[in-house]
């Protein structure tokens, strides 16, 4: 199975832009539809945006639609959330997952899941 690694959280102020990536090894990217989770203290997992194996559909979760954009660079089996206008609510740990079917905004369609990565908006 592929395993992923989140990386690009950190501190940011509000307003501000941070880009995540979620990298791949032991099996191509390509293979897969790819899609952002994130958990905040004391709040259950939430979906934020999904990508389908070419890049050609994406979904996003109302919250930060219009802010966040998902995109893949198959070749370096990498996906990437770009995150701009950013809030204090956003602050979260946030995942990237993959599966072998269609792009999915539930946690349970995917299979395989990264550490995670920090992200913090302080206002």
């Known amino acids: 199975q592929v395993q992923l690694v989140e990386s690009g959280g950190g501190l940011v102020q509000a307003g501000g832009s941070l880009r995540l990536s979620c990298a791949a090894s032991g099996g191509s990217l390509s293979n897969y539809a790819v899609g952002w989770f994130r958990r905040a203290p004391g709040k259950e997992r939430e979906f934020v945006a999904a990508i389908n194996w070419s890049g050609g559909i994406t979904y996003y979760a109302d919250s930060v639609k219009g802010r966040f954009t998902i995109s893949r660079d198959n070749a370096k089996n990498t996906v990437y959330v770009q995150m701009n206008s950013l809030k204090p609510e956003d602050t979260a740990a946030y995942y990237c997952?993959?599966?072998?079917?269609?792009?999915?905004?539930?946690?349970?369609?995917?299979?395989?899941w990264g550490q995670g990565t920090q992200v913090t908006v302080s206002s």
């Open positions: 997952a993959a599966t072998g079917g269609s792009p999915a905004v539930v946690a349970v369609a995917y299979r395989s």
